[in-house]
């Protein structure tokens, strides 16, 4: 079956999987945590060699100060506790966006995972924290402008905060939404899209090979007619 090089994923519905079991919107956040490390490993395991997940948007932070220091919470808890699992499969770890924003703790945890797992050679784990698809188009025609002249399209995506990676080949939104939500816009142009109802913490691994077998099943042309 053929395999995306690089599956990226808008993990929606935390919130929303908790309220409706009464739970406090933290405790979907916790699950969501849990399903985005199994689905992490379970699309390496299947081969696939770059995951990018949507694990909080620059938006999010307007978000209520509870809300944020649970998150926060989580992030802690998870840069403490799975680099090892991460460095054992092989993963390299990455973080986009604009991270300057955590709280400094947490900025140092990133740069330990980074730097403890760097020599991972079996996939890399992207994830996009304090992140705006707008915000990184921003930046790189900033940092083109301070080159001082033009850039083409190759040149403009290496000046992006994902450049050292390739564009991903198939974008997965849980949740119910049918939207981008600033994510990933740039590198998206050519993406398969599939959307779940499922809120985020109930996507299986199952729900996940589904999707891979969707992606498989498309003729992918990049703007070509078929054939040529």
């Known amino acids: 079956m053929r395999l995306p090089r690089h599956v990226a994923v808008i993990m929606d519905g935390n919130g929303r999987w908790a309220q409706k079991r009464l739970l406090p919107r933290s405790a979907g956040h916790s699950a969501g945590m849990k399903r985005m490390i199994a689905l992490s490993e379970y699309l390496f395991r ?66 330990e995972g980074k730097e403890k797992t760097k020599g991972g050679e079996r996939g890399t784990l992207v994830l996009a924290i304090c992140y705006g698809g707008r915000q990184d188009i921003v930046r790189a025609a900033n940092a083109a402008v301070r080159m001082g002249k033009e850039v083409g399209e190759e040149e403009f995506s290496a000046l992006l905060s994902t450049g050292a990676y390739p564009p991903p080949d198939l974008l997965i939104r849980t949740g119910g939404e049918k939207r981008l939500s600033n994510f990933l816009l740039f590198e998206s142009a050519y993406a398969e899209l599939y959307f779940s109802d499922k809120m985020f913490p109930a996507f299986t691994d199952e729900d996940m090979a589904r999707a891979l077998e969707d992606f498989a099943s498309r003729d992918r042309r990049f703007g070509k007619v078929k054939g040529e």
Request: hydrophobic content about 40%.
């Open 46 to 111: 299947r081969g696939v060699e770059v995951v990018t997940l949507y694990a909080l948007s620059k938006e999010n932070l307007s978000r209520s100060e509870e809300e944020l220091s649970a998150l926060f919470t989580l992030f802690r808890t998870y840069f403490s506790g799975s680099v090892v699992r991460l460095i054992e499969g092989g993963v390299r770890l990455d973080v986009v966006g604009e991270t300057e924003l955590l709280p400094e703790d947490i900025q140092a945890l990133i740069q």
